[in-house]
């Protein structure tokens, strides 16, 4: 069956009235194609930065407490010093500890077969990203009073003593931006007993080797969700902050007993929808 929608009405009208394949083809790609592709991105891409605003105010509005952000690969702070200003312009800061997680020698020497590039064997080298973290600390020091750097490998800086620390301040942004499984995994197998239900995890690298299950964050992915990390845990893709991406997620931990506490129920006894009219209006 014919197209006759009023796009594809318009594009047969065009095709008659251009003269030649060449002319049409012309007008189509730069008239038609190309803004519609620069509409659709302007619309649905993926802007890292916004999430971090978006789960910050859902949390100060709907649930009680103190909070963590952890970050994982800070390198320079390009992200961590984002990250502590949107909690100073949501006037978080008495109730959000920002943590960042890296070693600052750069990226680590690594052969796992999961962390290489597949493409064109073009992945990260030994180094890259190497940063100071005398200088972060002395940046954020001067502006910032609600965060803690952690330097050294992450399942040595994720010390019992820092997580037994999550009970009191629950994570509720957590972002994995250090691009190897290995490194990834090592993140997971400590940090997992205590991600409460609801928390946000975010992906920077998930797209690595087109987000190929077989490497990356993105395989980590995968094997929480086929049980490989243990039973009771899942990641659930959520389409709202992700738009175009399979970058951010919600944690689910049918395991942990810290949940968080709303200020206001969602259900109560006394709930019920009256009717108003028949129409499809509200």
Known sequence: MADKSGFITLLRY????LPGDFIKTFFYLNFIAKPRKFIRLCLDSFYRMDHIYEVLSEFNNTYKGNFSVLEFGVADGYAFTKKLYAT???K???RVIVHGFDTFDGMPDTDAQEDQDMVANDGWVTGQFKASYTNLDNYCSQRYKNYKLHQGYFEDTLTQEYLDTLKDSMPILIWIDCDYYTST???FEKLIPFIPTG???YFDEYEFNFGSTFTGEARAVKEINEGKFG???????DHTLSLNSRRVYRFINSNIENQFQRYKPLN???ELRLRTNDSPLP
Do not use: A, F, Q, R
Request: negative net charge; charged residues 20%.
């Open 199 to 201: 928390c946000v995890i």
């Open 231 to 237: 039973p009771g845990i899942e990641l659930i893709l």
């Open 14 to 17: 065009l095709g008659m009235i």
């Open 92 to 94: 978080m800061s008495e």
């Open 88 to 90: 100073h312009y949501l």
């Open 185 to 187: 995994k090592s993140i």
């Open 268 to 270: 109560t006894k006394d």
